[in-house]
């Protein structure tokens, strides 16, 4: 029987009393209180030379004994292809030239994340990303299935494969072709960490809530973390390119309630993953304590801790967050 349970912090370590609610004008955030403060880096670009590197050694790391122990290793094979892809296109000169310049130039000043779909549709560099990472990928450990979806993708159109990118963007994965949009999904992921890489941080602004501010895509986790000047600030992992935002804490990232928050993990998965709750609009996202535990990865550990998810949809949540590499 799995015991769920409503988890107290470590002491010295407590999550901030929910916000109570106020008048607008009334709220005055305390900034050690929400892990935010005017020197806290609004964003952290990717780092795209070891993003993936090190979040395919996360997911070999988890995977021994796990029960999805052979879907981690299925996905540690597409994040060790995607290292190699950009390591192969890094050696090579990555084109540096932005595909949607622009149009890039002016979302920014419009305060719209800069890069788009018609980057998507007018980046060269996706196809050969795609081809890379299909010509790369090692899948003689893994399903039919998928096998079948790397031999389609292989020989389908340009235009089928740019139409199967354009809808994994827009967050729109159609369902009879997951296993083709996971490979999609892993190309689009390395010519976005490449193209987010870079923007210049100082020109980026908050978009909305859960909302990257480079690409419009939704957060895969929100990330506890100890590398900012002010300890444990919130940041949010872009399901797309990356990019890691500074969100407020005890705050929604679905619909930017402050009421109603708490944190649940359960006794089979790590103390340092729980997920994050909202009784306003009934979303969770996952909840990483990587001040605790730097190697969690947004990505690795929303699959390995996939049997907090199985209980608090049980409890009539909805997911919030997405993980392009596991979509359920
Ligand atoms: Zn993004
Ligand atoms: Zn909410």
């Not at 929910?18 to 880096?41: A, L, Q, R």
């Not at 964003?43 to 030379?49: A, S």
Request: proline letters at 7%; hydrophobic letters at 40%; aromatic letters at 6%.
């Amino acid at each position: 029987m799995v015991r769920f349970f409503k988890r107290g912090a470590a002491k010295g370590d407590a999550e901030p009393a929910p916000v109570t609610k106020k008048p607008f004008e009334e709220i005055k955030p305390d900034p050690d209180k929400i892990g935010i403060s005017g020197s806290v880096p609004f964003v952290r670009l990717p780092e795209p030379g070891s993003l993936f590197r090190a979040r395919a050694g996360r997911l070999l790391a988890l995977a021994p004994g796990h029960p999805l122990e052979a879907y981690l290793r299925l996905v540690a094979e597409v994040a060790r292809a995607q290292a190699q892809v950009e390591a192969e296109r890094a050696a090579a000169g990555w084109d540096v030239t932005e595909p949607d310049e622009a149009g890039r130039a002016l979302r920014t000043e419009h305060g719209m994340p800069p890069l788009s779909r018609h980057g998507i549709e007018a980046d060269p560099t996706f196809h050969d990303c795609l081809d890379g990472l299909l010509a790369a990928l090692d899948l003689s450990a893994a399903p039919e299935e998928v096998r079948a979806a790397q031999a389609a993708l292989r020989v389908a159109p340009k235009e089928d494969r740019l139409d199967l990118a354009v809808q994994v963007f827009e967050g729109a994965i159609p369902v009879e072709r997951v296993a083709e949009c996971l490979f999609v999904s892993a190309a689009l992921q390395v010519c976005l960490a490449r193209r987010a890489a870079r923007l210049d941080a100082k020109t980026l602004k908050p978009v909305a809530d859960g909302v990257c501010p480079c690409c419009g895509g939704a957060p895969t986790a929100s990330l506890i973390v100890a590398w900012t000047p002010a300890d444990k600030a919130r940041y949010l992992s872009c399901s797309l390119c990356g990019t890691l935002w500074n969100h407020v804490r005890i705050r929604c990232t679905a619909c930017g309630s402050g009421e109603g928050i708490s944190y649940y993990g359960i006794d089979e998965v790590s103390k340092d993953v729980q997920v994050e709750t909202c009784t306003t609009c009934h979303s969770y996202l996952k909840h990483l304590h990587q001040h605790r535990a730097p190697t969690l990865d947004p990505v690795a550990d929303d699959i390995a801790s996939y049997g907090l998810d199985l209980k608090i949809t049980e409890e009539g949540f909805r997911r919030a967050g997405l993980n392009l590499l596991f979509v359920v």
